[in-house]
């Protein structure tokens, strides 16, 4: 199958400061990418969906300032959690589609813990 | 709209027992169908997909899932469990179309105790 490549796998980082979360598709283009957020114990919240060369359509809820999404290349897709809380201490997940693909192929998480 | 129901959040089973992991969609449109697992600190893994034709597909690693229209279910089911099944899994959904986005369920932890 197709692989997604996700960078760093874990993170910390200080409250306050900036964290930025690579998605890379390494054998396919990936027109649409889609990056998710996971609580513990818990399902996957989709945050947004991106199209390469369009902006992120953020879901209900999702501060579109705070979690910065950009789609430059089909190949990659960056998520930027600014200003940092240890509220947004989760577990964030990528993955990636490409144009006609029936099914997204998932990277391997980021582990982002502020302190 | 679509959503995903799986009413079991927690699945316990003896080694080489059988298990049946439920899943439960809805939508008013066609869609297709996955099941996904995820093992601890891992991203998610496709173990099998629906998109069309026999309505009974399989994995590689002996899962089966079996595609009931009528009932709108999707479950997922394995004769015989191992240690290294123990993950959660996740069933998911799409609306028949590339650039729809992928719905999923809340997950069921599939524990194996030896």
């Known amino acids: 199958g197709a692989v997604v490549s996700q960078h760093p796998s874990r993170v910390i980082c200080k409250s306050g400061t900036s964290v930025k979360i690579e998605c890379r598709s390494l054998d396919f283009q990936a027109t649409t990418m889609f990056w998710y957020r996971q609580f513990p114990k818990k399902s996957l919240m989709l945050m947004a969906t991106?199209?390469?060369?369009?902006?992120?359509?953020?879901e209900q809820g999702v501060e579109k300032d705070k979690f910065l999404i950009n789609h430059a290349s089909l190949t990659l897709s960056t998520l930027t959690v600014t200003s940092a809380h240890p509220e947004d201490s989760s577990f964030y997940i990528c993955s990636a589609r490409n144009r006609g693909g029936t099914e997204a192929f998932f990277g391997q998480g980021t582990r982002l813990t502020v302190v | 709209a679509q959503s995903v129901t799986q009413l079991d959040s927690q699945v316990p089973v003896f080694e080489e027992a059988p298990v049946e992991l439920r899943c439960n969609y809805s939508?008013?449109?066609?869609?297709?169908l996955f099941w996904y697992v995820q093992y601890p600190n891992q991203g998610l893994q496709l173990l099998l997909k629906?998109?069309?034709?026999?309505?009974l597909v399989e994995s590689i690693n002996g899962f089966e899932a079996e595609f009931n229209k009528s009932q709108t279910s999707f479950h997922l089911r394995k004769p015989s469990v191992h240690i290294s099944d123990t993950a959660e899994y996740f069933c998911?959904?799409?609306?028949?179309?590339?650039?729809?986005?992928?719905?999923f369920g809340s997950g069921t932890r599939l524990s194996i105790r030896p």
């Open positions: 998911a959904v799409t609306p028949i179309g590339s650039a729809s986005k992928i719905i």
């Open positions: 991106s199209n390469e060369g369009s902006k992120a359509t953020y």
């Open positions: 629906y998109l069309s034709g026999s309505t």
């Open positions: 939508s008013s449109v066609s869609v297709y």
